[in-house]
């Protein structure tokens, strides 16, 4: 796994060693790199992974794409929100048959999918932009923070219910959140959070990046439960 240097690498690269150190007869860790932000010349680390079979790509990941896959390794991509965010520059690039197949591990509905939430981020977005709207959804998932933003508006609604108009605060913000719960699709504790419990995503769906649609697909249409540690 390579990677610019964020605040959460460190973290990231010891949960993945550790998943894959807890099933050696599955998975054999080859180790994270850490560059410079701004990083465009991945040739060490290309070299370092060419042998992998999965590979999660840096968070600006078409320069290191074009290079793994011009010196013709063809190890599977896997990627999260944050390179979801980042589909435009795929689409400007040309790369969509360099990362086909790519995994996304993704924790809202993509802007293909029917669904409440999406319903009204789309109503939202062509609303209040709609001479940009097809390039911001051409752009990434950066507009589908609403489903977070929901969240938010709904815990404020309900410390508002619960203590006044009057009365609301940050103390009584907290206070609400430390039992907040949201169902979504049914599904109870879709989202919340506890007096320990600080990420409020409980699920994640898997994604997958198809070449000739030049889209992502949902490829499995359950939501998968996350494992948070103590």
Request: charge should be negative; aromatic fraction near 14%.
């Amino acid at each position: 796994m390579p990677g610019g240097i964020w605040g959460y690498s460190n973290g990231v690269f010891a949960a993945m060693k550790e998943y894959a150190d807890a099933y050696p007869d599955q998975f054999d860790w080859a180790g994270a790199h850490l560059t410079p932000l701004g990083t465009f010349n991945w040739g060490p680390e290309v070299q370092s992974l060419k042998d992998c079979d999965y590979v999660v790509v840096p968070e600006s990941m078409t320069t290191f794409v074009k290079e793994f896959r011009n010196a013709g390794y063809d190890a599977k991509f896997l990627g999260t929100d944050v390179h979801a965010s980042t589909m435009g520059l795929v689409h400007d690039a040309n790369l969509w048959d360099e990362i086909d197949g790519m995994l996304f591990i993704r924790g809202t509905r993509w802007w293909n999918e029917d669904e409440d939430m999406n319903d009204l981020t789309r109503q939202l977005l062509y609303d209040n932009h709609p001479g940009e709207a097809d390039s911001i959804i051409h752009s990434g998932n950066t507009y589908l923070v609403v489903a977070s933003i929901d969240v938010m508006l709904d815990m404020i609604a309900q410390t508002v219910e619960s203590v006044g108009p009057e009365n609301f605060n940050s103390p009584a913000l907290y206070d609400i959140a430390q039992s907040y719960s949201m169902t979504v699709e049914g599904i109870e504790e879709f989202f919340n959070f506890s007096e320990t419990k600080r990420l409020s995503a409980n699920y994640y769906g898997i994604y997958e990046a198809r070449s000739t649609e030049r889209d992502l697909f949902r490829v499995d249409p359950e939501w998968i439960p996350i494992s948070h540690g103590p």
